[in-house]
Each structure stands twice: as C-alpha cells, then as structure tokens.
C-alpha cells in the first residue's frame, strides 16, 4: 500500500522522476492486477472475460515486434513486404487466441511480484510468480522502452520463452518447407477449439459453449 | 555385445558436449535498418532456436505418438474418471504427499550441488509438513512459517550443474520428453524414492503409478491446449523442456 502511494506520488511529480526500473514494474502490475481481475468478474460471461483479457494483453506486449523476433533475422530477410504483414497478422492473432484459451485453465490463480533488474540499457526483466493449486510457476516478462513507455516483447513460462519457442518450431518447419506453406499453415489452424479443451471447461463448472469449435486438423509428428 | 559397445560410446561421447553447445544457424547477414532490431534484441546470443541436434528424431516421433494416443485413449479418460470420483482437494492433498515422499532426492541434490540452503529448506520443510502436515498431505511449512517450496533439483540438474551435456533428447515410453542425461539421471532417482520401498514390486509400481495418475487428473487440458497452439507439437515440446531443463540448472 504504501509503496503504491509513494508509487503514485512520485509519478504525480511527473515521469521522468520515476526511474525506469519501477515504471516497467508498476506497467507489469498493472495490466496482470487488471487481468486478474477479469477473470474473476462473475458479472461477464466467459467469452467477455477472454475479449478483455486479451484486450490487456495487447496493450502489454508489441505483439507485432513478437512476431519478427519469433520468425528470426535468418528467416525475416527472406519475406517480401506482404509475407511479413501477412505473417504478422497470423501471428498476432494465434497469440491472442492461445492466450484467451489459457484463461480457460485458469481459476483462482494468485500473482505475486519480485524485483525488476535492468538487464541492459533500456531492456528490463519482470520476474512474477503465478500460484496455482499445486505450482508456482514463475513469469518472467522480458520489456523495451518503446517511445520511453515500457511494454512487453516476450515471456518466459519456467524459463521457456514464447519468442524463442515459436521460433524453434518456425526453424524446424521452413527447414523443409517454405513460407508460403507456413502461412497456410499458420491460418489454417485457425480460432477454433479442440473437443478436449471444451470437456475441461465443463469440469471446471463453466457452462457456456465455446463459439467456432472446429475439430483439430492434422496432429503433430 | 556390439550394440551395447556403440550404445556406450555415443553415450560417453554426447555426454562430452560441454552443456553450451547450441547450434546456432547463422542468417543472411542484416542490411536495412530494420535488422538493427534483431541485434537490440539478441542478448546471450542464444536468442536463437534451442539445438536442433536430434538424432533419434525418427524414433522419439514415434514414441511421442505413442504417448500421444496413450494419453488421449488411456491416461486421460481413466484421470477424468478418478477426477469425477474425488473431490480436487482431496487430489491435490495426495500430490502434496508424493511430493513430501521425494524429499531424499531433492535432498541429496541440493547437497551434491553445494547449496546447503536450499537443502536445509527441503530439510525444514520435509519435517514440518510429515508432521504437522499430516504425512506431507498439507503444507504447514509455507502456509504457517513461509518457507516457499525451493525449486526441485534432480540428478539431471546435478549432473548439468557439474558440466555435463545433455546429450540429445530423447522420449520415453509414458513418461514423455527428456533428454540422455537426464533419462540417465532418473534411475538414481528411482532409488531415492521412497515409494520404491514399501512393499512388493507391483505395489510399488501401483502406488507410483498412482502418482501419475493422480497429477494427470489435476492437468488435463494443458497438453491439449499446447497442441492447439504449437506448429507441431512434437518440436514444440522438445524446445521447450530444453529451455525448461537449462533455466533450471543455472536456478
């Protein structure tokens, strides 16, 4: 509490006072804390709770800078300018629909917040840990300065990075294929839902079906 | 006799690679601007994909389609059933309680890798929560004292610590993605493990079979929703227990 106000105060006094390294914590706090809070809105219905969840989530992370780090310098020089936005596109809007699926799984979570560290000049680490019925798992998000606002790149899950996963699999798939296959892929696989995650939300008690359910294509292997 | 000899010397020899050795594809070389962004953002200089070194990929394909069906057809409706039957507490509890039993482990690894903290934490926390905690079914040491659980370690993480490589990966009939050292790092394990002690084999094996089992119940949904997500779920989780494994290791 007291920190808050002292937060508080000090960016009344204006931004620039408030060094960074608290700025990006505070920005991290912010939008997880607003998270949260969704998720626990019984006043909503499950698809408005995951429309605001990832409505946050795209003020907290540059999804689109996500999308060039993930695909990697070797395989980004090889797109023409209507691959990448393509690219980006698709990749953006996988993101949002993983992320609104991970709310799914989600039930009375708590967050708790450690230090911020400056890892470089202008690039921070967030370190959260999220506490779950029988885990903690720790959230680590990884922020730039964009226009001196801190906002989000990537986020590791227990050390594995979101950026560096998907990049991984991009590696393996345009090792034998080329782009174009990959984009078709990519939207193919579309909003929908498999019937597994469906029986889950029925054992966790939500009622409500899931809109755009579509049987899985093609399994992995 | 001859396999076992060429079974021995690509073991001893990927157990050689020094634990860094990730290969990293080099890319056509930036020219624009906008390739500035890609070395802001490369840190360690691993930003790149994790190795790609696979192989036995043909053979951990197949076992991971294995795994796959056999959770889908068999692990999952049995974990469901159980979880309909038992009340998530009462299964939550009893995991809490498997994980008190691998105390030994967790404990011997802490030491072996000189971090006498952390094992006096394990240390604290194991006798509280036998005690107070009912036989580990409750966890008094971080309800009550704050004594947060400290990161398992494992002979795998032991021998990583030490310098030791991980090998390649490899997946494991049931058990799923690990990798050469840590596969090899579970047979220690297994007999630290009180479980493997009780009784006869097969009570044993039920009542580790039941751990599983158990853990199963309280995560359906996560594979699904990772297979959901990944371009192919395969690599997808090869990558990431290696990143999982090493973030570990430096932890």
Redesign the interface.
């Known amino acids: 509490m007291i920190a808050a106000l002292s937060l508080a105060a000090a960016l009344a006094a204006g931004p620039a006072e408030v060094p960074k390294l608290q700025q990006a914590r505070a920005f991290i706090e912010k939008h997880v804390n607003e998270a949260l809070e969704q998720l626990k809105n019984k006043k909503l219905d499950q698809n408005a709770r995951r429309k605001r969840v990832v409505e946050i989530s795209e003020r907290m992370f540059d999804l689109p800078?996500m999308a060039?780090?993930s695909l990697?310098?070797?395989?980004?020089?090889?797109l023409d300018e209507a691959q990448r936005k393509r690219f980006t596109e698709l990749f953006v809007a996988?993101l949002k629909a993983?992320y609104a699926?991970?709310v799914?799984?989600l039930t009375d979570e708590k967050v708790e917040f450690e230090e911020p560290v400056e890892?470089?000049p202008g690039?921070y680490e967030m370190p959260t840990a999220v506490v779950a019925?029988?885990k903690?798992y720790k959230m680590l998000y990884k922020l730039?300065l964009r226009d001196g606002s801190p906002v989000a790149?990537d986020v590791?899950i227990?050390?594995?990075?979101v950026?560096?996963?998907?990049?991984?699999?991009?590696?393996?798939?345009l090792?034998d294929k080329g782009v174009e296959e990959?984009l078709a892929?990519?939207a193919g696989?579309g909003l929908g839902?498999?019937a597994?995650?469906k029986?889950?939300q029925k054992?966790l008690g939500k009622k409500e079906p899931v809109p755009g359910a579509k049987k899985?294509t093609g399994?992995?292997? | 006799m001859g396999r076992a000899l060429w079974l021995g010397i690509a073991l001893a020899s990927a157990l050689l690679v020094p634990a860094r050795a990730a290969e990293l594809e080099e890319g056509t070389p930036p020219a624009a601007a906008e390739f500035d962004e890609f070395a802001e953002f490369e840190t360690e200089g691993s930003t790149r994909a994790v190795t790609s070194f696979d192989p036995l990929r043909g053979y951990n394909r197949f076992m991971f389609r294995v795994n796959d069906k056999f959770y889908f057809w068999l692990a999952k409706p049995l974990a469901r059933g159980y979880g309909w039957l038992v009340p998530q507490p009462a299964r939550t509890a009893v995991n809490r309680a498997y994980t008190n039993l691998r105390f030994p482990l967790r404990f011997v690894n802490c030491l072996l890798q000189w971090k006498p903290k952390k094992a006096g934490s394990e240390l604290g926390r194991f006798l509280v929560n036998s005690t107070a905690g009912l036989g580990g079914l409750f966890d008094p040491a971080d309800r009550w004292l704050g004594w947060r659980a400290p990161g398992d370690e494992d002979f795998g993480q032991t021998m990583g610590r030490w310098g030791v490589g991980d090998g390649f990966p490899v997946v494991l009939p049931i058990l799923g993605q690990t990798n050469l050292r840590d596969g090899l790092g579970l047979t220690p394990g297994f007999l630290l493990n009180p479980v493997w002690y009780l009784a006869d084999f097969e009570t044993n094996f039920a009542v580790s079979a039941g751990e599983q089992f158990n853990y199963v119940s309280l995560h359906v949904g996560e594979y699904e929703s990772i297979k959901k997500d990944a371009l192919d779920p395969y690599t997808f989780i090869r990558d990431a227990y290696k990143q999982h494994r090493d973030k570990k290791i430096k932890d």
Do not use: C, N, T
């Open positions: 800078l060039k780090l990697g310098r070797a395989h980004w020089g090889k996988q993983s699926e991970k799914d799984l890892k470089s690039k019925k029988d903690r730039y790149y590791e227990d050390g594995i990075s950026v560096r996963s998907y990049g991984a699999q991009y590696d393996q798939f090792a990959l892929r990519m696989q839902e498999p597994e995650l029986d889950k054992e899985e399994k992995g292997g």
